[in-house]
């Protein structure tokens, strides 16, 4: 049987089970699909979890119209069990119950604009390899090889996709550099996001000393950007959410939460760039005033756009309502991100020498 052929079957016998009721499904009917997938021993798999929702669970995991591939939600007692048992199974099982999704859910179709868009040969991609991951905000991760024969990874995300799909409206509009994202959906779980781990880029805080000596300057500016940015949108994602490329690009990624009231004590970092970059390579003054200096000038020219900011806003007002619910209305967060495009930047940069340092951001050197 060819591999297209081996597929083809699986898709008739989980068509087959799906079709019926689920209060009639019985647990030899669960046991032969996870067999027929190939789990060697499906009871002792069904069994594996101690979870009185955990066969439900199974089915909603093996559905191939679910783009999920995590059986139970993170706030469940039995959440880093059932995250085992799926990583513990075949590779092959685990990327034939994949498989039956790609089509059904979008994710074959996402995945190759992802990779159109990062720049690879999207044609003939192949999955090597899919694993569930235990973040709150990121699903399970694919290893994808290109068409052109090049290995990157997708990490396939349910959480907040409509926060990551409107901070990437401003970080186009202002050449943020981000990871490449893309959007897809299915009908059973909506909307999805997929994210890009390009070989070469590291998080921040795991890059060598050699590389963040050789590019503190551009990261240090690079991060006052990104701060300015993310003071007029009210997001606190920094610190972590840092990849170093190997030219020295300072990329952010995880932008989860917008539209917060950031006051004087609230900055969205327990570290700064500039501290971090003093820690690891010394002479943090130096990488503070390169800090400044880029923060100033790109809040001011945020400022120069106000018009294009609100306008961004007011385009993607349905994009607001879907990440906000029930939690806000879209006229505060305008006034809000109105208020905010407002501030002092210098009085913004006095308090953060303040919090995070002896520095005076006046004269450039330590007080």
């Known amino acids: ?201 590291v998080e921040l805080p795991e890059a060598s000393h050699d590389s963040l000596a050789a590019s503190a300057k551009k990261i240090a500016a690079q991060a006052g950007k990104h701060d300015a940015v993310g003071d007029v949108l009210g997001t606190i994602m920094r610190d972590h959410h840092y990849l170093l490329d190997t030219d020295g690009e300072l990329i952010s990624f995880h932008h989860y939460q917008l539209f917060l009231d950031l006051d004087d004590d609230h900055f969205g970092f327990f570290r700064p760039v500039f501290t971090f970059l003093g820690e690891t390579i010394g002479n943090e003054q130096k990488w503070f005033t390169e800090y400044c200096e880029s923060y100033l000038t790109e809040f001011d020219a945020i400022k120069s756009r106000a018009a294009d900011v609100l306008s961004i806003l007011d385009e993607n007002r349905e994009l607001v309502d879907r990440y906000l619910g029930d939690t806000g209305e879209f006229s505060q967060i305008r006034n809000d991100v109105e208020r905010r495009l407002q501030l002092d930047p210098k009085q913004r940069i006095k308090i953060v020498a303040e919090l995070f340092g002896e520095h005076d951001p006046s004269t450039g050197v330590e007080g």
């Open 1 to 201: 049987m060819t591999p297209g052929e081996a597929i083809q079957s699986l898709q008739i016998k989980t068509k087959s089970y799906f079709a019926k009721d689920p209060a009639t499904r019985t647990r030899a009917d669960r046991k032969q699909l996870l067999a027929d997938l190939g789990v060697e021993h499906p009871g002792h798999f069904l069994s594996s979890v101690w979870s009185p929702n955990w066969e439900d669970a199974v089915d909603r995991m093996l559905d191939p119209r679910s783009s999920a591939l995590r059986p139970l939600p993170p706030s469940d007692f039995h959440f880093k069990w059932a995250v085992g048992a799926i990583n513990l199974l075949p590779l092959q099982t685990r990327l034939n119950i994949l498989q039956l999704k790609l089509k059904p859910t979008g994710l074959e179709a996402a995945i190759k604009r992802l990779l159109e868009k990062g720049g690879y040969v999207a044609d003939d991609f192949e999955i090597e390899d899919v694993e569930v991951l235990r973040f709150v905000h990121s699903e399970f991760s694919i290893t994808v090889r290109t068409g052109g024969k090049k290995q990157v990874r997708v990490e396939v995300s349910h959480y907040l996709p409509a926060a990551e799909e409107l901070f990437h409206k401003f970080s186009d509009a202002f050449a943020l550099p981000v990871t490449t994202i893309e959007l897809g959906e299915s009908s059973g779980n909506g909307k999805y996001v997929l994210e890009l781990e390009e070989p070469g880029r």
